[in-house]
């Protein structure tokens, strides 16, 4: 989906709640990349690495994340979605200062 912005598109990408065994994550999609954040287990190194993953992204244009609503969702998914909500936020904001400091990459 595309959003546009000043001219620009902004790209919203696809966000869901995912399992593995006990673990469970919280599944970024762009494009055919998947990045997933535990939501579960406490991972910090992991979350390090999606976050330079989401930087080298947001130097090709900006991009925000959607999750599905679901009427039933339980803890997990509502934790999902609030993480969803202030990544997008922090997303709005790095963008905003890598462009700035003029660090986004030229079409």
């Given at each position: 989906m595309h959003l546009e912005k000043g001219g620009?598109?902004?790209?919203?990408?696809e966000?869901?709640?995912?399992?593995?065994?006990?673990?469970?994550?919280?599944?970024?999609?762009?494009?055919d990349f998947v990045l997933n954040l535990p939501l579960t287990g406490d991972e910090p190194n992991e979350i390090k690495n999606v976050f330079n993953e989401l930087i080298k992204h947001l130097k090709k244009g900006a991009f925000n994340f959607s999750i599905a609503e679901k009427e039933d969702g339980d803890l997990i998914?509502?934790?999902a979605k609030e993480y969803i909500k202030q990544l997008?936020?922090?997303?709005k904001e790095v963008y905003q200062e890598l462009e700035e400091y003029q660090l986004l990459e030229q079409d």
């Open positions: 620009k598109y902004m790209e919203t990408h966000a869901i709640v995912t399992v593995d065994g006990s673990e469970q994550f919280l599944s970024l999609k762009i494009d998914y509502e934790v997008n936020k922090e997303l």
